[in-house]
């Protein structure tokens, strides 16, 4: 990589870490200029650092368009587990957009996607049946997503992952907070918050606490 894209992209990245994303995002356009081949692996890795500076400004159309350059380039070279990576960004994506419909879609089609070239893929498949779980509750049916969610936990546990797991317990345990179910809510909370503490993971387990809470305040 030149000299001059590398201290740009390091420019960005000290950017990034202080929160100012406006200075990060002409650091990594100035870069992607001067490489200016998108083709090449270094023009997508900084393409996929902008798509993250632009989600962190809520600036969903510039991540989208990332997005969508990277998942062409993806298919254009035949590298399955990145067009897997960029599908489910995508479906993510569009929720924070709010076109539901849309991302229900796209959640549907990484689905298919990651049955038909990664069926071992347990973690991958339980994130995707997670995040169409969380689409059907948007779209205000949570039947649907309850048939999501048990599909999500079934991968989740066959992979053996506890951070994983975790991650799908905290999605049942909102899943039953939006129904009030609130002694099932906690319980799935209180599980994931030690599996997250089991795989130290501290973060996380704040932030189930935080949640824990929550259920207390509304109970």
């Given at each position: 990589m030149d000299k001059e894209v590398h201290q740009l992209i390091e420019i960005a990245e000290i950017a990034m870490q202080a929160n100012d994303y406006a200075h990060a995002e002409k650091k990594y356009i100035d870069a992607l200029y001067l490489l200016d081949d998108p083709n090449s692996e270094e023009y997508q890795k900084v393409v996929n650092k902008l798509a993250k500076c632009?989600?962190?400004?809520?600036?969903?159309?510039?991540?989208?368009?990332c997005l969508e350059e990277l998942l062409f380039y993806a298919k254009k070279n035949k590298d399955l587990e990145k067009e897997a990576e960029y599908l489910h960004a995508l479906a993510l994506n569009t929720r924070s957009m709010e076109e539901y419909d849309l991302a229900s879609l796209m959640c549907e089609e990484e689905i298919t996607f990651r049955l038909t070239h990664f069926p071992d893929d347990y973690c991958g498949l339980?994130?995707?049946y997670h995040?169409?779980?969380?689409?059907?509750?948007?779209?205000?049916?949570?039947?649907?997503?309850?048939?999501?969610?048990?599909?999500?936990?079934?991968?989740?546990?066959?992979?053996?992952?506890?951070?994983?797991?975790?991650?799908?317990?905290?999605?049942?345990?909102?899943?039953?907070?939006?129904?009030?179910?609130?002694?099932?809510?906690?319980?799935?909370?209180?599980?994931?918050?030690?599996?997250?503490?089991?795989?130290?993971?501290?973060?996380a387990a704040a932030e189930l606490l935080a949640r824990m809470k929550r259920v207390e305040d509304r109970g």
């Open positions: 632009y989600a962190a400004q809520e600036n969903f159309a510039g991540t989208k368009e339980a994130r995707s995040e169409a779980a969380m689409l059907s509750l948007l779209q205000r049916n949570p039947m649907k997503g309850k048939v999501y969610l048990d599909k999500a936990k079934h991968h989740a546990d066959k992979s053996g992952d506890e951070v994983c797991q975790a991650g799908i317990m905290r999605g049942l345990g909102d899943y039953h907070f939006t129904l009030n179910d609130l002694e099932r809510a906690q319980e799935s909370y209180r599980e994931s918050y030690a599996l997250y503490m089991k795989s130290k993971n501290e973060e």
